[in-house]
């Protein structure tokens, strides 16, 4: 009797302690905070699956690089995008889509799959063009998983992901109406 208390504590304690780092460690972690005319979303980071591409986020986001931009591209049931610089001027419109912040990040493809709310970066046709546009999951894409670098997901105002894709749009996908975007980052209380 008193080996299986020693055994089912010593588990126990041991599961715990496995525990308790992850959890500390998700919450001090910073986060992401996109915000629009139709409301704030929260972004939680997976650093420990993408690491520099929460690096390079959470650098261009602190230097406003993405402060002004628009959701430039918005398919209903499947993904809002943003983060071209281009999108800031209005005479480049027939440039949505095509800016970047003048480098590349390799990519970091995980096992996170592309469920709803996910955040995963934009790129080109090669793997390793990622540089600052970023999309947001509406819909549950797998035929996505693997082949886009996942970085973090919404965790607070899914919603307001759910307004911005049912925006009229032209033929390109874009918004009639412009939806800019400021993000900022919330360091974890020290």
């Given at each position: 009797?008193?080996?299986?208390m020693l055994?089912w504590?010593?588990?126990f304690?041991?599961v715990?302690?496995?525990?308790?780092p992850v959890?500390?460690a998700?919450?001090a972690?910073?986060?992401a905070?996109?915000?629009?005319k139709?409301?704030?979303?929260e972004?939680r980071?997976?650093p420990?699956q993408?690491?520099k591409?929460?690096e390079?986020?959470i650098?261009l986001?602190?230097?406003?690089?993405?402060?002004g931009?628009i959701?430039?591209?918005?398919?209903p049931?499947?993904m809002?995008?943003?983060?071209d610089?281009n999108t800031?001027?209005?005479?480049k419109t027939a440039?949505?889509?095509?800016?970047g912040?003048?480098?590349?990040?390799?990519a970091?493809?995980?096992e996170?799959?592309?469920k709803r709310?996910?955040?995963?970066?934009?790129?080109?046709?090669d793997p390793?063009?990622?540089?600052s546009q970023f999309?947001i999951?509406v819909q549950?894409s797998?035929?996505?998983d693997?082949k886009?670098t996942?970085f973090?997901e919404?965790?607070?105002g899914?919603?307001?992901?759910d307004k911005?894709?049912?925006?009229?749009?032209?033929g390109r996908?874009?918004?009639?109406?412009?939806i800019?975007?400021?993000v900022r980052?919330?360091?974890?209380?020290?």
């Amino acid at each position: 009797m008193m080996g299986n208390m020693l055994f089912w504590g010593l588990l126990f304690g041991y599961v715990y302690i496995s525990f308790v780092p992850v959890a500390m460690a998700d919450n001090a972690a910073p986060q992401a905070v996109i915000d629009t005319k139709f409301g704030n979303m929260e972004i939680r980071f997976f650093p420990e699956q993408a690491p520099k591409h929460v690096e390079n986020f959470i650098k261009l986001a602190k230097s406003g690089f993405y402060n002004g931009t628009i959701f430039h591209r918005v398919i209903p049931g499947f993904m809002i995008q943003g983060g071209d610089p281009n999108t800031k001027d209005t005479s480049k419109t027939a440039m949505y889509g095509m800016g970047g912040p003048g480098y590349t990040v390799k990519a970091e493809f995980n096992e996170r799959p592309h469920k709803r709310g996910v955040v995963s970066m934009a790129r080109s046709q090669d793997p390793d063009s990622a540089g600052s546009q970023f999309f947001i999951v509406v819909q549950d894409s797998p035929f996505l998983d693997r082949k886009y670098t996942v970085f973090g997901e919404v965790v607070n105002g899914i919603s307001v992901a759910d307004k911005i894709v049912s925006q009229q749009r032209d033929g390109r996908d874009n918004p009639l109406e412009r939806i800019e975007m400021t993000v900022r980052i919330v360091e974890p209380p020290k």
